[in-house]
């Protein structure tokens, strides 16, 4: 026991000169340099787990020592808590002269499946030793709501050729909260397009899936989706036979309609109903073969 002690006070002793060592040899910096956030103001969907935010020093050509810098949470709208909601890596950095930027991480557990806007997070640089603090002393995240279309569908419907039961499962994904920007991935490497024209605001669209558009490889097939139907119409020249009594149509971009649930500020369902037959044309060479493909009406349906 004697011999424990004595080896574990000179591990203690020895850990301690280390670190007087490190803190002795800082030298800090003593020129004009100013420090701040790289960006003020940041917009970041709710469903972000993780962001970085540089910490810059600016005039910094002539630094003949070392700057630190503290910054923490400074404030929320959202009453959001640090270590639970927003955990905050390191506080304190040492910048060394030939460092100019370092990373400010930060993770996220913001999500809420509530209908909540406007909510924020402010960082501040709170101290500094051989530099000041500049004009962007401070960084603000704003939580955009994650777009009520994004997630997993699950489409059901009928087989056009066998009239069996058809399920398929699907993801749609935007840029941003609006619906400008929507596509339709079929997970075989390119997305489709979606165009919504708003009929009630974030209740009910219409929906137009463009003609004929690749969606990727699968099995050496060039895929790609598109209208299909059992009939002729009028005999139109771009309805084309593929097989007896099914039709496919390089021209007309498949129809459907999306209707949204909502009770007490939260989403209770998501129904995308495809008004059209639509199916998922494979193409090698000059042989033609369907993957998935539905009957007029199948839906969609959110999972997530």
Same mark, same amino acid.
């Given at each position: 026991?004697?011999?424990?002690?004595?080896?574990?006070?000179?591990?203690?002793?020895?850990?301690?000169?280390?670190?007087?060592?490190?803190?002795?040899? @800082?030298?800090?910096?003593?020129?004009?340099?100013?420090?701040?956030?790289?960006?003020?103001? $940041?917009? +970041?969907? /709710?469903?972000?787990?993780?962001?970085? $935010?540089?910490?810059?020093?600016?005039?910094?050509?002539?630094?003949?020592?070392?700057?630190?810098?503290?910054?923490?949470?400074?404030?929320? #709208?959202?009453?959001? /808590?640090?270590?639970?909601?927003?955990?905050?890596?390191?506080?304190?950095?040492?910048?060394?002269?030939?460092?100019?930027?370092?990373?400010?991480?930060?993770?996220?557990?913001?999500?809420?499946?509530?209908?909540?806007?406007?909510?924020?997070?402010?960082?501040?640089?709170?101290?500094?030793?051989? =530099?000041?603090?500049?004009?962007?002393?401070?960084?603000?995240?704003?939580?955009?709501?994650? #777009?009520?279309?994004?997630?997993?569908?699950?489409?059901?419907?009928?087989?056009?050729?066998? /009239?069996?039961?058809?399920?398929?499962?699907?993801?749609?994904?935007?840029?941003?909260?609006?619906?400008?920007?929507?596509?339709?991935?079929?997970?075989?490497?390119? +997305?489709?397009?979606?165009?919504?024209?708003?009929?009630?605001?974030?209740?009910?669209?219409?929906? /137009?899936?463009?003609?004929?558009?690749?969606?990727?490889?699968?099995?050496?097939?060039?895929?790609?989706?598109?209208? $299909?139907? #059992?009939?002729?119409?009028?005999?139109?020249?771009?309805?084309?036979?593929?097989?007896?009594?099914? @039709?496919?149509?390089?021209?007309?971009?498949?129809? =459907?309609?999306?209707?949204?649930?909502?009770?007490?500020?939260?989403?209770?369902?998501?129904?995308?109903?495809?008004?059209?037959?639509?199916?998922? +044309?494979?193409? +090698?060479?000059?042989?033609?073969?369907?993957? *998935?493909?539905?009957?007029?009406?199948?839906?969609?349906?959110?999972? *997530?």
């Amino acid at each position: 026991m004697k011999y424990i002690k004595i080896i574990g006070a000179a591990l203690t002793a020895a850990l301690l000169a280390a670190g007087c060592d490190d803190n002795d040899g @800082y030298k800090i910096n003593t020129t004009d340099a100013v420090v701040g956030f790289g960006e003020t103001v $940041i917009s +970041l969907k /709710e469903t972000e787990e993780f962001v970085t $935010i540089p910490i810059v020093i600016e005039n910094d050509t002539e630094r003949d020592g070392d700057v630190i810098v503290h910054a923490s949470m400074k404030s929320s #709208n959202a009453g959001f /808590e640090t270590d639970k909601d927003i955990i905050i890596t390191t506080e304190t950095f040492r910048l060394p002269p030939e460092l100019s930027t370092i990373n400010f991480e930060v993770a996220l557990n913001v999500y809420n499946p509530e209908i909540t806007t406007g909510r924020n997070v402010e960082f501040q640089i709170t101290s500094v030793s051989g =530099a000041s603090v500049g004009s962007n002393g401070t960084c603000r995240i704003d939580f955009v709501e994650q #777009n009520f279309v994004e997630g997993v569908y699950v489409i059901t419907g009928q087989n056009m050729i066998y /009239e069996t039961r058809a399920t398929a499962r699907v993801s749609i994904s935007t840029t941003d909260e609006t619906l400008d920007n929507v596509w339709l991935n079929f997970g075989i490497g390119t +997305l489709a397009v979606m165009n919504f024209t708003e009929i009630e605001p974030e209740l009910e669209y219409d929906i /137009e899936i463009e003609p004929f558009q690749f969606i990727g490889i699968y099995n050496s097939y060039s895929v790609y989706v598109t209208w $299909i139907t #059992n009939s002729k119409a009028n005999d139109d020249p771009d309805t084309m036979e593929l097989y007896a009594g099914l @039709y496919y149509d390089r021209t007309r971009p498949v129809k =459907a309609k999306l209707v949204r649930k909502i009770e007490d500020g939260k989403e209770t369902s998501l129904v995308i109903t495809i008004e059209d037959g639509f199916g998922l +044309l494979g193409i +090698l060479n000059d042989s033609y073969t369907w993957f *998935d493909n539905f009957k007029p009406n199948a839906t969609m349906e959110k999972a *997530d």
